[in-house]
C-alpha cells in the first residue's frame, strides 16, 4: 500500500508541471524557501553513521519515524559504508563524496512537496538510486508541513500517506467549486456541441434530427456553464428547470421533481452526445477510410474552359505542358491485366488525369449515379469506366491525380476510389471559368 | 553520355526497373503491351509496369529498353525475363553504375548511349 501510494505521488509529482529541481546547494533558494533540517551540511568531512536500513526503501521515512533521528540521516553516510565494506567486492572509490544528492521541490494540489534522489547510482554503478517525497514546509517544527495547528504531529504517521490524503482533500475542494463545475459544463457541452454539428451535417433525417437537438441542448449547457464560471454561482439549464416544471406538472414532489429535472438534463446530455457521435463516425469513418483527398481538397486557380479538350489543356498548361509525357503502360486490375496510356510526369511516375463536369453541371452529369440519366447503361459504364481508370492508374504509377472543375464529382469519387483501396490517388479542385 | 535520366539508376522505394532489348522505340511500343501475356506463365497480382521510352545503346550496337515495375515485383520481373527469354532478346538490369546483361556482360553506363523516344502528352 506504501508503495503504491508513494508511486501514485511519485508520478503526481514527475507530471507536474510547476516541478522545480534545485541541487542540494540550492535548495533554501529564496524562490522555495523550504527547510530542510533532514539533510546536514554537506561540507560535513565525516557523515553520520547511519541508524537505520539501507536499502530498505524510503528512508527518509524511516527517519522522520524515528525520534529523534530525523538529522542524523545523509545518504553520504550509507556510500562510506559501503565502500568501506570488503565483503561487498566494491572498490572504494576515492571520489566518493557526496555532491550529488538532488532535492526537487514541486506543488502537487497547492501542496509543496520535496523529493529526494539519492546519489548512490552515481559512486556505486550497480547500486539503484531511490526516490522519497514527502511534504515541505517553512516551518522548523514541522520541516514536513504535515501537522494542523493544536496538533502533535505523529512520528509513526506515514508522510506519503498524509500527503495522499491532503492532495484529494484539496482535489475535492476544487471539484467542489461552483466555478469549475460551471467549466465542466462548458466542456461537456463544447462535445455535445462539435458531435452535434457532425451529425447534423450529414445527409440523413435522423441525423439532422438529433445533431440539431445537441446542438440546442449544447447551448443551453454552455450558456448555464459560462454563467456559473463568471458569477460563481448555481446556474441551471433551462431543460433542467423545464424537465422539473413538467414533472411538478406530473402531480411528482419537488424533491423527485428537481432530481427528474437535473438526471434528464445530464441524461439528456450523455444521450445527445453519444447519438451524435455515433451518427456522425457512421458517416465520417467510412468517408476517411474512403477519402485519401477529402478531408482538405487542394485547390488551384480557375482556368478558362468550355469543354473538356479545354479543361484538359488548361490543366496541363498549369503544370508546364512541357512537363508531360505520355506513357504506356500495363496494369494488374482485379486479376486481368490491361493496357492503357497515360499523360504522365516522367522521373515522378505521376499520372495526372483531368475531368470536367460541362454546363450540365453535377446534377445531370453522366457520372452521377443520382442524376436523371445515372441508371442509364451508358451512363453507368461512363461511371464504372472512371473508377477502373483510376484502378489501372493506382496500379500501374506512384501517384494519380485528379483534376475536377466540380467539387461534387470530387466528393463522389473520392469517396468511391477509397472504397476500392486506392490510396495512392488524389484530387484537385481546379473550377473552370466558363466563357 | 547523354545527360537524360537513365531510369532505374536512382532507386525509387517500391519500384524496379528492367531493360528488354528491341530494335527500335517504334517497334518496342508494339512489344511492350504483350510483356505480361507473353507467355504460358502466371500474370503478376498485382501493380503495374510502365514503359519509359528511354532507351541504352551498349557499345556492341544493341539497344535495351527501360522498363519499371511496381506491385507484384516478382511476378512483373519474371514476367519480362520470360518475354525476353521467348523471344531470344537480351535484358539487363542496372547495378552499380552497370547495366548487367543477360548474357553475362557487364557494361558501365558511362559508356552506353541514352535516347529518349517521349512522346508529348497531347
Known amino acids: 500500500?506504501?508503495?503504491?501510494?508513494?508511486?501514485?505521488?511519485?508520478?503526481?509529482?514527475?507530471?507536474?508541471?510547476?516541478?522545480?529541481?534545485?541541487?542540494?546547494?540550492?535548495?533554501?533558494?529564496?524562490?522555495?524557501?523550504?527547510?530542510?533540517?533532514?539533510?546536514?551540511?554537506?561540507?560535513?568531512?565525516?557523515?553520520?553513521?547511519?541508524?537505520?536500513?539501507?536499502?530498505?526503501?524510503?528512508?527518509?521515512?524511516?527517519?522522520?519515524?524515528?525520534?529523534?533521528?530525523?538529522?542524523?540521516?545523509?545518504?553520504?553516510?550509507?556510500?562510506?559504508?559501503?565502500?568501506?565494506?570488503?565483503?561487498?567486492?566494491?572498490?572504494?572509490?576515492?571520489?566518493?563524496?557526496?555532491?550529488?544528492?538532488?532535492?526537487?521541490?514541486?506543488?502537487?494540489?497547492?501542496?509543496?512537496v520535496v523529493g529526494v534522489s539519492r546519489g548512490l547510482s552515481v559512486e556505486l554503478d550497480w547500486g539503484s538510486a531511490s526516490f522519497s517525497c514527502g511534504l515541505a514546509s517553512d516551518e522548523r517544527e514541522d520541516p514536513l508541513g504535515l501537522q494542523t495547528p493544536g496538533?502533535?504531529?505523529?512520528?509513526?504517521?506515514?508522510?506519503?500517506?498524509?500527503?495522499?490524503?491532503?492532495?484529494?482533500?484539496?482535489?475535492?475542494?476544487?471539484?467542489?467549486?461552483?466555478?469549475?463545475?460551471?467549466?465542466?459544463?462548458?466542456?461537456?457541452?463544447?462535445?455535445?456541441?462539435?458531435?452535434?454539428?457532425?451529425?447534423?451535417?450529414?445527409?440523413?433525417?435522423?441525423?439532422?434530427?438529433?445533431?440539431?437537438?445537441?446542438?440546442?441542448?449544447?447551448?443551453?449547457?454552455?450558456?448555464?456553464g459560462l454563467r456559473q464560471l463568471i458569477t460563481g454561482q448555481e446556474v441551471r439549464t433551462f431543460t433542467s428547470q423545464g424537465l422539473e416544471a413538467g414533472a411538478k406538472g406530473l402531480g411528482f414532489s419537488p424533491g423527485a421533481a428537481r432530481a427528474i429535472g437535473e438526471g434528464g438534463d445530464v441524461l439528456a446530455s450523455a444521450a445527445f452526445t453519444a447519438g451524435s457521435t455515433s451518427i456522425a463516425r457512421g458517416l465520417i469513418a467510412p468517408a476517411a477510410r474512403a477519402a485519401p483527398v477529402l478531408r482538405s481538397v487542394p485547390t488551384t486557380p480557375a482556368v478558362q474552359a468550355n469543354t473538356w479538350q479545354e479543361y484538359e489543356t488548361a490543366v496541363r498548361n498549369q503544370y508546364g505542358a512541357a512537363a508531360f509525357r505520355q506513357r504506356q503502360y500495363q496494369a494488374v486490375v482485379e486479376g486481368r491485366v490491361v493496357n492503357g496510356v497515360a499523360d504522365v510526369i516522367p522521373n515522378a511516375n505521376v499520372a495526372v488525369e483531368a475531368k470536367f463536369v460541362g454546363r450540365e453541371g453535377w446534377s445531370n452529369s453522366i457520372r452521377n449515379p443520382s442524376s436523371a440519366i445515372g441508371d442509364k447503361p451508358f451512363a453507368v459504364n461512363a461511371q464504372t469506366e472512371v473508377l477502373e481508370q483510376a484502378q489501372r492508374y493506382s496500379a500501374a504509377f506512384d501517384r494519380v491525380i485528379y483534376h475536377s472543375n466540380d467539387l461534387s464529382f470530387i466528393r463522389y469519387y473520392s469517396s468511391v476510389f477509397g472504397q476500392a483501396g486506392l490510396e495512392n490517388v488524389e484530387f484537385v479542385y481546379t473550377p473552370s471559368l466558363l466563357h | 553520355?547523354?545527360?537524360?535520366?537513365?531510369?532505374?539508376?536512382?532507386?525509387?522505394?517500391?519500384?524496379?526497373?528492367?531493360?528488354?532489348?528491341?530494335?527500335?522505340?517504334?517497334?518496342?511500343?508494339?512489344?511492350?503491351?504483350?510483356?505480361?501475356?507473353?507467355?504460358?506463365?502466371?500474370?503478376?497480382?498485382?501493380?503495374?509496369?510502365?514503359?519509359?521510352?528511354?532507351?541504352?545503346?551498349?557499345?556492341?550496337?544493341?539497344?535495351?529498353?527501360?522498363?519499371?515495375?511496381?506491385?507484384?515485383?516478382?511476378?512483373?520481373?519474371?514476367?519480362?525475363?520470360?518475354?525476353?527469354?521467348?523471344?531470344?532478346?537480351?535484358?539487363?538490369?542496372?547495378?552499380?553504375?552497370?547495366l548487367r546483361l543477360s548474357d553475362g556482360r557487364y557494361v558501365p553506363l558511362a559508356s552506353c548511349r541514352v535516347e529518349s523516344s517521349d512522346t508529348q502528352g497531347a
Not at chain 1, 11 to 24: D, H, R, V
Not at chain 1, 27 to 55: H, I, K, N, W, Y
Not at chain 1, 166 to 179: G, S, Y
Not at chain 2, 19 to 34: C, G
Open chain 1, 151 to 224: 496538533e502533535e504531529l505523529d512520528p509513526s504517521v506515514d508522510v506519503v500517506q498524509k500527503a495522499i490524503v491532503k492532495a484529494a482533500q484539496t482535489t475535492q475542494k476544487i471539484l467542489a467549486n461552483p466555478r469549475v463545475q460551471g467549466g465542466f459544463k462548458l466542456f461537456a457541452a463544447a462535445a455535445e456541441g462539435t458531435a452535434g454539428a457532425f451529425a447534423a451535417a450529414t445527409p440523413t433525417g435522423v441525423g439532422q434530427v438529433v445533431g440539431f437537438g445537441a446542438v440546442v441542448h449544447a447551448s443551453d449547457v454552455g450558456a448555464a
Open chain 2, 1 to 98: 553520355m547523354s545527360t537524360l535520366t537513365i531510369p532505374g539508376r536512382e532507386p525509387r522505394p517500391g519500384r524496379k526497373y528492367l531493360y528488354l532489348q528491341n530494335v527500335s522505340a517504334t517497334s518496342f511500343r508494339d512489344l511492350f503491351p504483350t510483356i505480361a501475356l507473353s507467355s504460358e506463365g502466371p500474370p503478376p497480382k498485382a501493380g503495374g509496369a510502365v514503359n519509359e521510352e528511354v532507351g541504352l545503346t551498349i557499345p556492341s550496337g544493341e539497344t535495351l529498353w527501360a522498363i519499371s515495375f511496381k506491385g507484384d515485383l516478382e511476378g512483373w520481373r519474371r514476367k519480362i525475363i520470360e518475354c525476353a527469354q521467348g523471344r531470344k532478346l537480351l535484358w539487363g538490369e542496372i547495378s552499380e553504375e552497370h
Open chain 1, 1 to 112: 500500500m506504501k508503495t503504491t501510494t508513494r508511486a501514485a505521488l511519485l508520478l503526481l509529482a514527475l507530471l507536474a508541471p510547476s516541478a522545480a529541481e534545485a541541487s542540494l546547494e540550492r535548495a533554501g533558494a529564496p524562490r522555495l524557501a523550504p527547510s530542510f533540517e533532514r539533510t546536514p551540511d554537506v561540507s560535513a568531512s565525516q557523515p553520520a553513521a547511519p541508524r537505520f536500513d539501507l536499502f530498505a526503501g524510503d528512508e527518509l521515512a524511516r527517519a522522520a519515524a524515528e525520534p529523534g533521528s530525523a538529522e542524523s540521516f545523509h545518504p553520504l553516510a550509507a556510500v562510506s559504508l559501503l565502500s568501506e565494506d570488503a565483503s561487498l567486492d566494491l572498490a572504494p572509490r576515492s571520489d566518493v563524496s557526496y555532491p550529488k544528492t538532488r532535492v526537487w521541490v514541486f506543488d502537487v494540489f497547492s501542496q509543496r
